[in-house]
């Protein structure tokens, strides 16, 4: 089923294949009739997008957790790091400010809470249910395991976790999505939906 977006997505810099993207839009359409929408790895908001433009069709919303700092690998001299989001002034990355435009840009700002803050200091007294948890957080075991652990157990039963960067074969990329994957489904809590592209799906069933 093709998705009306309210912006030109390609536009957006990011991380997300459009199938993933897409898939995302679908779940977080259904998954709001179950509870709020929460994203770990906002970064330019091109994720945000794709879950906001579906809040907005079902009057949900998505809570969107994102120190702005960056991930290890977007830090000054590694592979991915995009000069035009370095904060000069504060010698540090700051993708806030193009998120916050994006929104805007895109119209969905009355769908989605910016949580600027770690994952484990946002979760500290987090209480919502949640009908969808997508983590795209920093990519180390240990960040992974933080956002598993702080945001799984929110999930309503019925409700989704999904996981980017999927790779079964390390030679594709780095192990700890596919860490906390498997260590969802082996605490017989999650069940496996689908795979689209590197995107794990996962509904909780008790
Ligand atoms: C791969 S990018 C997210 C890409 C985004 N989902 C998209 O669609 O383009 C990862 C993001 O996670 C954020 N991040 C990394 N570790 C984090 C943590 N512990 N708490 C909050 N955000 C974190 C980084 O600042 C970065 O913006």
């Not at 709020?36 to 091109?46: D, I, M, N, R, T």
């Not at 001299?77 to 400010?97: K, Q």
């Not at 997508?134 to 956002?147: K, P, R, V």
């Amino acid at each position: 089923m093709s998705i009306k977006l309210p912006i030109d997505i390609r536009a957006i810099k990011g991380f997300l294949a459009s199938s993933e993207g897409a898939a995302l839009h679908h779940l977080a359409a259904e998954a709001s009739a179950l509870g709020a929408c929460l994203e770990v790895g906002s970064y330019c908001g091109k994720s945000t997008i794709y879950i906001a433009s579906a809040c907005k069709l079902v009057d949900g919303i998505v809570f969107a957790v994102d120190h702005h700092r960056g991930s290890e690998e977007h830090q000054p001299g590694e592979e991915y790091h995009d000069p035009e989001l370095f904060d000069e002034h504060a010698r540090l990355m700051d993708s806030f400010r193009t998120f916050r435009r994006n929104i805007r840009t895109a119209q969905l700002e009355d769908w989605v809470v910016p949580l600027v803050a770690s994952s484990a200091i946002a979760a500290r007294h987090w209480n919502t249910p949640l009908g969808l948890v997508f983590i795209d957080g920093g990519h180390s075991l240990e960040a992974a395991m933080t956002d598993y652990r702080c945001w799984a157990r929110h999930i309503v039963p019925g409700g989704y976790l999904a996981i980017h960067d999927i790779f079964p074969d390390p030679a594709d990329g780095g192990q700890a999505p596919y860490d906390i994957y498997k260590l969802a489904l082996a605490s017989g809590q999650f069940e496996l939906v689908e795979m689209v592209d590197t995107l794990g799906i996962l509904r909780r069933i008790c």
